[in-house]
C-alpha cells in the first residue's frame, strides 16, 4: 500500500500532486492510508513545520502523570489522560518484527470499544452488553482465565443504547476492579477472586439511561455519568464511595444551581457563564428535565488543584427549535471538586447545539510553553471541530483552532467564549439543510486520543463526515428515543471519512494528518518507542513513527477495530501491546446490528456512510496481544 | 348496447368502486381485528404432536390506504422511527429485510407492538389504541414490500431516506427466531 509524506514547506505544487494521488488510489480500499500535511480551515498561512519540534513543547504535569510500572490500571492510563506508556522495547527499529503473542474470544458479537486493563500480572477485559469481565492470567501462557464475572443486566437496557450496547472499559483502585453495566449498574468486584463487593443502581432504563463509560476512581470516588442524550434523560455525573458504594454527591446537567452542585466556589470565566440557575432559565417551561447533558465520555483529574473535568453531552432533543435558549449545562465544560462535587468554573462549549456536538470527549492535562510562560492547562479535541487549548485553573480559551474541515460554525469568539454559527447551516423544521460539516458525530467522538512527551504532539483518531438534516418534531415518550432528526451523513471533503491527526499543541495546528478511508474510532496510545498505535473499521491495526506519520507495520484483525490499545510489560520482562478487535459502535451498527443499507437514515443517519463496511468487516469479539519474537 | 351487457358493465363498475372504497374509506368507528386474541400467537415454528389448524388472523387495514398511511403518521409519533429509523434500523432491528425475529405474519407483528419483546422491544401495552396498533402493523409490513402496491404508501413527504414501500423490492420473510441477547436487541 502506497503511503506518502507531504509537510508544509513541500508547497502547493506537493500538496496538488498528493491530491491527486489521493483522487486515484481514493477507493483503493484495504484500510490505506496517506499522511499529508493539512491546513487548518481559515489558515492561509504556509508555515514551515518539522517533523518533529525541536523548540519548546508541551509536557505532562508530573502529579498527573502514571508511574512507569509497565501497568494500565485506568483506559486513559494516568489522571492526565495522556494514554502514554514509556515502554521502549517495541520501536520504530524493530516493530516490523511484531506478531501476535496471544488471542481470546471475548464471546460478545458487538462493538468492542473497552480497553483492556493490566494490573499484578493481570489483564482485565469488559465486553459490550451483557458486560461479562475476563481476568486472564500473563503469568501463563496463552493467557488462561482466572475468573468470569458476569453482572446479568436486564435485557431490556439494550433498547436504550443509542448507538450500540457498548462498554469503554474497566478501572482498576484499591484491589477492586470498577465496571459499569449496560442497565445503569456500578458494581465493584475483587480484583483478585472476581467476588462482588458491592453493587449500586444509579439510574433507570425506564427514564432512557444507560452506562457506557468507563468509571474513573479519585481518591475514595467512583465518578460515573449517564448516557442517554437520544433518550431525553436528565444527565449527571455522580460519586459512589469507594469501599461501599454508597452515593456520594451527584451534579446534574440540567436544572437549579442546587442540583447542578452550583455554590459559592463558582467562579466561570466568561460572563455568558454567570448567572443564577442557568440550567432552568436557558431552558424553555420545564425542558431542562428531559434536556440530555450526560456525562458519558472521559473525565481527567488534576491532583494539585484537586479538580476533575468532564464535559456534558448534547440537549435534548435534536431539533433544535424545540428548545430555544443556550440550553445550560449542555455540552459545557465543568471543573468540579472530586470530594464534594462542588462546580469551581464552568464553560459552556456549544451553546444550544444544532448538531448533536456532545462535549464528552476528553480532556488532555498538559503543561504548555505559551506567550513566554507555561500555562496549565487542558486540550480538548471538541466534536464541533475546534482543538480547546484551556487554562484548567480558570476555564479561559487561550486558543479554539479546527482540526478538521468545519462549515457549521464559523469560529470561537476568545473575548466572549462564544462560538459563532454559520446561518445557513441551521435546521430548519421541515426543511432539508445540505452538507453541514461536521456531521453529527462530530470531527471526532468519544474516541480517545494519545500524547507522548518525547514529541510533544497529540495523536487524535477522528472522522470526515458531512450531513444532511431535516429536523421534524420529536415527541417525548419516557423510555423511548427523543431526536427529532433525520439525518443522512456522508464523507467529507476529500472523499476520505476518517484521519488521524498529529497536533502540536504548542504551535495550535496540526503536524500532519493521515487520511484514513474509514472512520478512525479506535483510540490511539503512543510510547516511549516513539510509536503511535490504532487500529481501522476494517480490521487492520497499525503501528506509525510517532515523529512522521510513516507506518511502520500493520496487521489484519478478525473484525473491524474501534477499541482502545493498550501497552504494557509482562511478568517476563517483554513489552506487549495489546487491543480489542470487533466492530460495532455508532459507526459500525450496520454490521454489529444487522441494519439495512437501504435506508440512508439507519443508525440516526450514520448507515449512508458506511455501506461498504459489511463488505469490508463481520462483526467479532477478540482480543489480540502483540510482541516481539 | 344491450340490457344484458349494460348489466354486465354495471356490475363490474360496482365491484371495483367497492374495492377503491375499501382502499380509500376512512372509518369513523374502528372495529379492527380487535376481537380475535393476541394471546392465541404462537412464537415457535415447532408444534409438537399432530398439526393443528391455525385460523390466519386477517388485518384488514392491510387493504385500505388511508389507514397504512395513518400507520406511517403513528410509526413516527409513537417514537419507532427513533429505533427503527426509516426501516433499516439503529437501537432495533431493520424492519425492511426478510429477517423477522419475532415473525412476520400481522398477528406476530401486534404481539411484539403490545408485548414488547426482551432484547429491548418496549411494551405498548396500555399505550396505543388497539386499532393504531394495527395500522402500524400495516405500514411495518409495507416496509418489506408484503402489502399490495396499491395500499403501500409512496412518496413521504420528508428528506429521502430509502426506496418508498410502493417501490420495496417484495421479501420473502425468514423466520429468524435468535434469542441471543448478545447478538439481537
Known amino acids: 500500500m502506497s503511503q506518502s509524506v507531504r509537510f508544509w514547506w513541500s508547497g502547493r505544487a506537493g500538496v496538488a500532486a498528493l491530491l491527486l494521488v489521493a483522487g486515484i488510489s481514493g477507493c483503493s480500499g484495504g484500510g490505506g492510508a496517506r499522511a499529508e500535511q493539512r491546513r487548518p480551515v481559515g489558515d492561509t498561512a504556509v508555515t514551515a513545520a518539522p517533523p518533529a519540534p525541536s523548540g519548546p513543547r508541551a509536557t505532562i504535569p508530573a502529579e498527573a502523570s502514571a508511574p512507569e510500572d509497565g501497568q494500565w490500571t485506568r483506559p486513559a492510563r494516568d489522571y492526565a489522560s495522556t494514554r502514554y506508556s514509556a515502554l521502549d522495547q517495541i520501536n520504530a527499529g524493530n516493530v516490523a518484527e511484531l506478531r501476535v503473542a496471544a488471542t481470546f474470544s471475548t464471546g460478545v458479537l458487538r462493538g468492542q470499544e473497552a480497553a483492556p486493563i493490566v494490573v499484578n500480572n493481570t489483564m482485565y477485559v469488559i465486553t459490550p452488553f451483557p458486560n461479562f469481565v475476563y481476568a486472564l492470567d500473563l503469568t501463563q501462557p496463552g493467557l488462561p482465565v482466572k475468573w468470569t464475572y458476569k453482572p446479568k443486566p436486564m435485557a431490556a437496557a439494550q433498547g436504550v443504547a443509542c448507538c450500540d450496547v457498548v462498554n469503554r472499559g474497566v478501572v482498576y483502585a484499591d484491589g477492586k476492579i470498577i465496571l459499569n453495566t449496560l442497565d445503569n449498574h456500578t458494581i465493584a468486584v475483587d480484583a483478585v477472586t472476581g467476588h462482588e463487593l458491592w453493587r449500586t443502581r444509579v439510574g433507570d432504563i425506564n427514564l432512557g439511561e444507560s452506562l457506557t463509560m468507563a468509571p474513573l476512581v479519585v481518591k475514595d470516588k467512583v465518578l460515573v455519568g449517564n448516557s442517554g442524550g437520544e433518550f431525553g434523560v436528565r444527565g449527571w455525573l455522580t460519586a459512589l464511595d469507594l469501599n461501599t458504594g454508597k452515593l456520594a454527591w451527584r451534579a446534574w446537567g440540567t436544572g437549579p444551581d442546587k442540583d447542578v452542585l452550583i455554590g459559592p466556589r463558582f467562579h466561570p470565566f466568561y460572563a455568558k457563564d454567570r448567572g443564577t440557575d442557568l440550567g432552568v432559565s436557558s431552558w424553555p417551561g420545564d425542558m431542562w428535565k428531559i434536556g440530555g447533558a450526560g456525562a458519558w465520555g472521559w473525565i481527567s483529574y488534576d491532583p494539585a488543584l484537586n479538580l476533575v473535568y468532564y464535559g456534558t453531552s448534547n440537549p435534548g432533543p435534536w431539533n433544535p427549535a424545540q428548545r430555544p435558549g443556550d440550553n445550560k449545562w449542555s455540552i459545557t465544560l465543568f471543573a468540579r471538586d472530586p470530594e464534594t462535587g462542588e462546580a469551581v468554573w464552568a464553560y459552556q462549549i456549544t451553546p444550544h447545539d444544532l448538531h448533536d456536538y456532545d462535549g464528552i470527549n476528553e480532556s488532555i492535562l498538559l503543561d504548555v510553553p505559551w506567550h513566554g510562560q507555561t500555562r496549565h492547562v487542558l486540550l480538548r479535541p471538541e466534536r464541533n471541530g475546534y482543538l480547546y487549548m484551556i487554562d484548567r485553573g480558570t476555564g479561559e480559551v487561550l486558543y479554539a483552532n479546527p482540526f478538521g474541515y468545519i462549515n457549521s460554525t464559523t469560529g470561537v469568539d476568545l473575548r466572549t467564549g462564544r462560538l459563532q454559527y454559520a446561518a445557513d447551516k441551521e435546521p430548519e423544521l421541515g426543511k432539508v439543510v445540505r452538507d453541514i460539516c461536521p456531521a453529527a458525530p462530530g470531527v471526532k467522538d468519544w474516541q480517545p486520543s494519545s500524547f507522548s512527551p518525547r514529541t510533544g504532539y497529540l495523536y487524535i483518531p477522528h472522522q470526515n463526515l458531512c450531513m444532511d438534516v431535516e429536523s421534524v418534531e420529536a415527541s417525548y415518550v419516557a423510555g423511548t428515543p427523543f431526536v427529532g432528526m433525520n439525518v443522512k451523513m456522508k464523507a467529507g471533503p476529500g472523499g476520505h471519512r476518517g484521519e488521524l491527526t498529529a497536533w502540536d499543541p504548542v504551535a495550535g495546528k496540526p503536524a500532519w494528518v493521515i487520511k484514513e478511508d474509514l472512520p478512525v474510532w479506535s483510540g490511539t496510545v503512543a510510547t516511549g518507542g516513539d510509536l503511535v498505535f490504532y487500529g481501522t473499521m476494517d480490521g487492520w491495526f497499525k503501528a506509525i513513527d510517532a515523529r512522521s506519520g510513516r507506518e511502520l507495520w500493520r496487521f489484519k484483525t478478525g473484525s473491524g477495530i474501534i477499541g482502545q490499545p493498550v501497552t504494557y510489560r509482562g511478568p517476563d520482562g517483554k513489552q506487549y501491546v495489546a487491543v480489542l478487535s470487533g466492530v460495532g459502535g455508532w459507526s459500525g451498527g450496520i454490521v454489529a446490528g444487522d441494519l439495512d443499507a437501504r435506508d440512508s437514515s439507519a443508525a440516526l443517519g450514520f448507515v449512508n456512510a458506511m455501506k461498504d463496511l459489511r463488505a469490508r468487516s463481520t462483526k467479532g469479539g477478540t482480543l489480540y496481544v502483540f510482541a516481539l519474537p | ?185
Open chain 2, 1 to 185: 348496447m344491450t340490457a344484458r351487457t349494460l348489466r354486465g358493465v354495471l356490475a363490474l363498475a360496482a365491484a371495483a368502486a367497492a374495492l377503491a372504497c375499501q382502499r380509500e374509506t376512512r372509518r369513523f368507528r374502528e372495529s379492527p381485528p380487535a376481537a380475535t386474541s393476541e394471546t392465541a400467537v404462537a412464537m415457535s415454528e415447532l408444534v409438537p404432536g399432530p398439526k393443528t389448524r391455525d385460523l390466519p388472523i386477517r388485518n384488514p387495514y392491510e387493504r385500505n390506504a388511508y389507514a397504512v398511511s395513518e400507520g406511517e403518521r403513528l410509526f413516527n409519533a409513537y417514537n419507532c422511527s427513533g429505533c427503527h429509523s426509516h426501516g433499516g434500523g439503529g437501537i432495533g432491528p431493520a424492519l425492511m429485510d426478510d429477517q423477522w425475529i419475532y415473525g412476520s405474519d400481522p398477528e406476530n407483528i401486534f404481539s411484539t407492538i403490545v408485548e414488547g419483546r426482551p432484547n429491548g422491544m418496549p411494551t405498548f401495552r396500555g399505550k396505543i389504541p388497539n386499532y393504531q396498533v394495527w395500522q402500524i402493523v400495516a405500514y411495518v409490513r409495507s416496509l418489506s414490500g408484503l402489502l399490495p402496491k396499491d395500499i403501500a404508501p409512496a412518496r413521504d413527504d420528508h428528506m429521502v431516506a430509502g426506496p418508498e414501500p410502493q417501490r420495496t423490492e417484495a421479501l420473502r420473510p425468514k423466520h429468524a427466531f435468535t434469542p441471543s441477547a448478545a447478538d439481537h436487541p
